[in-house]
């Protein structure tokens, strides 16, 4: 089925070319290190605990939210409101965290099929190496997936861009 979360993280990259944003490292975006590891980073790196770029695949670095400002400058398109099916069906989707509408082993299913499930208890490691079993043998897999942001990592903490964090309860 694929890494859907992976799918996410790549739309926001492709968004981002579409907002006039280069690679980090190249064009306009020159100034900007691509082993930072922000969204428009040309490839991925596997990551390191505790490393600075651990949480930066979540957020844009400032080189591409400058090409967004220079592309958007003075453009209507995106501050039009549209007109929205039902508030009550939209606040279904915009409510929730993904993490919390997909518990780690329903994140596990999608990444690599539906017999695949977690490798153990949540864990503030859960936020950066998001570890599945293979479907077909139920061994537990290395693989460099990211828990979805929301994703419990212990009581009541949750992912939060790479970190495990308390979650605020208000």
């Known amino acids: 089925m694929g890494d859907f979360f992976s799918t996410v993280t790549n739309a926001a990259h492709e ?16 100034a900007c290190n ?4 922000f969204i428009m980073a040309p490839d991925d790196k ?10 930066n695949p979540w957020l844009f670095s400032n080189c591409s939210i400058e090409s967004f400002k220079k592309t958007l400058q003075n453009k209507t398109c995106v501050t039009n409101k549209g007109v929205f099916f039902n508030n009550g069906e939209w606040m279904r989707y915009v409510t929730k965290e993904p993490g919390e509408a ?15 499930k977690s490798c153990g208890a ?5 936020c950066l ?15 460099n997936f990211r828990a ?21 309860f208000k």
Not at 34 to 37: E, H, S, W
Request: glycine share 10%.
């Open 15 to 30: 968004l981002g070319h579409n907002l006039g944003a280069f690679h980090d490292g190249e064009g306009d975006a020159k």
């Open 122 to 126: 949540a864990s503030p490691k859960t």
């Open 148 to 168: 979805a942001r929301g994703t419990t990592c212990g009581m009541y903490m949750w992912c939060i861009e790479g970190m495990c964090v308390a979650k605020d």
């Open 102 to 116: 997909y518990y780690v082993n329903e994140q596990c299913a999608l990444i690599n099929g539906p017999n695949s």
């Open 46 to 55: 596997e990551f390191i605990e505790n490393e600075l770029y651990s949480r």
């Open 34 to 37: 691509p082993d930072d590891q």
């Open 129 to 143: 190496f998001m570890k599945c079993t293979d479907p077909n043998t139920g061994k537990c897999m290395s693989a």
